[in-house]
């Protein structure tokens, strides 16, 4: 216990929760119609507009984008800004650089809403913004982690509260999630390669996506309820205990899953049970948090029905626990081969998006505004009449996604004849089929966003009848800091070791052979009751041991690290450092000529992987839609990786030399002239604009470097080859009726689109000879 | 045949671990993990201050 101190009275900087409580109303309401809008493209094709910059594959990146990293991004930090500085009782030390925080990442907002529709982009879901904006947004969030941990460094409450832990594992692990997934080398100014390609490139965009949502959308949420519930609903935690389980399972479990965004691809099986596995076992945590959250509310559900903010939470915390029932479902292999590349996907996302990080949003920013502009509400009529419009919009939205999901899919492996003939060969039937969910899911969105308008009006109305406010307390600052530990002893702690035994032997029975099994099976027995022996004579250590860790936010957070990097690491190790070349199963994809490149940087910057996938399962009915499974080898030297995640369209990865040529530019220009009931844009700009075959000379030096067996070419080299083939597309296309340019971007695309699923046949002794080069 | 015979055994083992744990748990021996942190979100502002151009301070 402390040993001494003195009272001061301490004024909190709320002006920047001000700020970003602003910012995160406004870019959510960006955000969302920017949702609203892609989804009138989905619904009604003309939605395009024929203009480059406004269709679907340009903007659903800068919808997403927006939800995620602008929406979600400011409504967090302003939760966490104004909860820290109270949970730890200290203000924030610098003015200045939580301001350049909030400059800084409005100017990253806004430079990826100029970039993407420009069709800037890494062509990787959800890290689609280019290189120099990746390096403003590590720079930023650096800076965050420096504004919080040095208000933990100077606070006067030395225990710190679970929210608090919640922020740390979201600040240590997105850093290093979005820094490993946007490991690339530049080409150009605006424009590089990921250092991964193919398998590898695909694990790790998913390892970094699934975390994203895990800790960007779903973490630092957690947070901000296990501290604006209880703030809200006028009693604490329902069990503080539950809290701590909840929080270690769930970042250790977590960061596993990744994988399960990949099943049945050509990633090899045993990540894929990895990934299902630990998707399957993040239940438990999940609905362990989900029940603390509702549990706050015993006695409380009176308040329920009269105040917004409780609704709001009480709704957004059942929406976490329903979502975070279905992602697991969802990653059950037998579950997956229905559900993946469908809608029932994206209403899964939504439910969580809307549902939990819009509802807790709201439900924070309505508890907000009158505090920090010492006021009451505009309208708490208004408020409730948001949350019924909001729910309606959800359900709407989630209802029409998994009736379109599933008929999706059973519509597109639906086969007759003993499985020997697809029942629904045109894919386009599916579409049709589906045509009313679209709009549903539109009406949804619509509805969803009118309720975040009125939230809009409803605070300005507020903050126009108030006073900006800091909030001030009086505090008592200890002389010298009590319950010190050093991060040697936390590390070599017996609740540390004995969790690091165990870890072992679950590695060592799950990779060793038949006699380690048993023995580490003995030893992992042994381990856990003498574990539950201890911790029923020596609990009061234990127990003690976690309070002081508590006290000691330094072995907390390198604890935190250990335990959400040792998924990570046991997951990404093994495939990155395996020689490509070596694990091709056979096939080898053929590297690009210059100009199938220069196709596929078209292909990349229209943003297609947003409806096509590049991957076939191995499922009768893909085989006889698209062709033979794709393999693991085919796809090795693609930087970035195009294997997809959703098939509003057909997948491509065989569609080389299943069309003529002139097939692909009537349907570029309008798809309806060869595809009749087609919903994909018009693409006029690609038969006038030009190739960039400038570049080329960088992309393949780049390319080289990542180990694509290319030789040594100049620039003019390059160029010249280039233009040759384009020449030979060109003409026949003029055969065919068709006057193209030679240097259009349409001959470049169509060489790219003509290559898809060509490959070679590998030999052992090719195989020897590739591993110098193939790493 | 190993999978469901380990299957049962891993089952088993949690299973008797839950009960275990939850039996601590009813004879009201539970851990010192201190409650008193989960009080930390209920402390109220003790009053506020105009926010001006200077920002806030101790």
């Excluded at chain 1, 390892?207 to 296990?226: D, E, Q, R």
């Excluded at chain 1, 399962?617 to 294997?643: A, C, K, M, T």
């Excluded at chain 2, 380990?6 to 201190?34: E, I, K």
Aim: hydrophobic share 50%; charged share 15%.
């Amino acid at each position: 216990m402390e040993t001494g101190g003195s009272k001061v009275r301490i004024e909190y900087d709320d002006a920047i929760t001000r700020m970003f409580l602003i910012a995160g109303i406004l870019w959510g309401a960006v955000g969302m119609a920017a949702g609203v809008f892609v989804a009138s493209q989905l619904a009604f094709w003309q939605m395009n507009l024929d203009l480059s910059w406004l269709t679907f594959g340009r903007l659903r990146p800068l919808h997403t984008n927006a939800a995620i990293f602008a929406f979600v991004g400011n409504m967090m930090f302003a939760g966490i800004y104004y909860s820290t500085q109270r949970l730890v009782k200290a203000t924030i030390p610098s003015r200045l650089l939580v301001r350049v925080h909030f400059w800084l990442w409005q100017a990253i907002i806004i430079a990826a809403a100029i970039t993407l529709p420009l069709g800037l982009t890494r062509g990787k879901e959800y890290a689609e913004l280019i290189w120099p904006i990746n390096i403003a947004v590590a720079v930023a969030w650096v800076i965050f982690a420096i504004n919080f941990f040095w208000i933990l460094a100077r606070r006067n409450e030395p225990s710190l509260y679970v929210a608090v832990w919640f922020y740390i594992a979201t600040i240590v692990t997105v850093a290093v999630l979005y820094i490993v997934n946007h490991l690339q080398i530049p080409t150009g100014l605006l424009h590089g390669y990921p250092i991964f390609g193919g398998v590898q490139d695909a694990l790790v965009q998913w390892w970094y996506g699934h975390n994203a949502v895990a800790f960007f959308l779903t973490t630092p949420i957690l947070g901000i309820m296990y501290y604006y519930l209880p703030k809200a609903a006028g009693r604490p935690v329902y069990s503080y205990r539950l809290s701590v389980v909840h929080f270690w399972s769930l970042v250790f479990i977590y960061i596993w899953a990744g994988p399960h965004h990949l099943l049945y691809t050509a990633l090899p099986d045993w990540l894929q049970s990895l990934g299902m596995l630990f998707s399957v076992m993040l239940w438990a945590p999940s609905w362990g948090g989900m029940l603390n959250g509702l549990l706050t509310l015993r006695g409380a559900w009176d308040k329920v029905r009269q105040d917004p903010v409780l609704k709001f939470f009480a709704a957004g915390v059942t929406f976490y626990g329903m979502s975070t029932f279905e992602g697991p479902l969802l990653a059950i292999k037998s579950v997956n081969a229905l559900s993946h590349y469908t809608d029932w996907t994206i209403g899964h996302v939504h439910s969580g998006t809307l549902g939990w990080n819009g509802f807790m949003a709201a439900g924070m920013f309505y508890w907000l505004a009158p505090r920090l502009w010492n006021t009451r509400l505009h309208s708490v009529p208004m408020a409730n009449f948001h949350f019924w419009i909001g729910l309606v919009g959800i359900l709407l939205y989630i209802a029409s996604m998994w009736v379109s999901g599933i008929s999706h899919g059973l519509m597109l492996g639906a086969t007759v004849e003993g499985g020997s003939v697809l029942k629904y060969p045109n894919f386009l039937d599916a579409v049709a089929a589906n045509r009313a969910m679209m709009h549903t899911r539109m009406l949804g969105g619509m509805l969803y966003l009118a309720g975040w308008v009125l939230l809009a009006y409803n605070i300005w109305r507020t903050v126009a009848a108030g006073k900006p406010v800091n909030g001030t307390a009086e505090v008592f600052v200890p002389e010298k800091p009590a319950h010190r530990m050093r991060l040697a002893e936390a590390l070599t702690s017996a609740p540390v070791m004995f969790t690091a035994l165990v870890l072992a032997c679950v590695f060592l029975w799950a990779v060793g052979w038949d006699f380690v099994k048993m023995l580490a099976l003995l030893a992992m027995i042994i381990a856990v009751v003498v574990a539950v022996d201890r911790v029923e004579h020596r609990l009061q250590g234990w127990g003690e041991w976690y309070d002081r860790l508590l006290a000691n936010s330094l072995p907390f957070t390198v604890l935190t690290i250990f335990a959400v990097l040792i998924g990570g690491l046991v997951e990404i190790i093994p495939t990155i450092v395996m020689h490509k070349a070596s694990t091709v199963e056979g096939v080898r994809q053929i590297p690009y000529t210059p100009l199938q490149l220069a196709g596929r940087d078209i292909y990349i910057r229209e943003g297609c992987y947003n409806c096509h996938s590049q991957m076939i399962r191995p499922f009768v009915g893909e085989v006889l839609r698209y062709g033979d499974y794709s393999n693991l080898g085919e796809s090795i030297y693609d930087h970035p990786y195009q294997w997809g995640s959703k098939r509003t369209g057909p997948d491509l990865h065989r569609v080389g030399g299943k069309y003529p040529h002139i097939w692909h530019l009537r349907h570029m220009e309008n798809p309806r002239s060869v595809s009749i009931g087609s919903h994909m844009p018009n693409y006029p700009w690609l038969l006038k604009d030009k190739t960039d075959l400038g570049s080329l000379k960088s992309k393949v030096d780049v390319l080289r470097t990542l180990g694509v067996p290319y030789p040594e070419r100049s620039a003019e080299q390059l160029r010249g080859e280039a233009m040759a083939e384009a020449k030979v597309i060109a003409d026949e296309l003029g055969k065919s009726g068709a006057s193209v340019e030679p240097d259009a971007e349409i001959v470049a695309l169509i060489a790219y689109l003509q290559q898809l699923g060509k490959s070679e046949k590998v030999t052992k002794a090719k195989t020897a000879a590739a591993t110098g080069a193939g790493r | 045949m190993n999978v469901i015979g380990m299957t049962v055994f891993v089952g088993l083992v949690l299973v008797g671990l839950f009960v275990y744990l939850f039996w601590h748990q009813a004879r009201g021996s539970g851990g010192p993990v201190s409650d008193r942190d989960a009080l930390m979100p209920l402390e109220e502002d003790d009053g506020v201050a105009p926010a001006d151009r200077r920002g806030p301070g101790r």
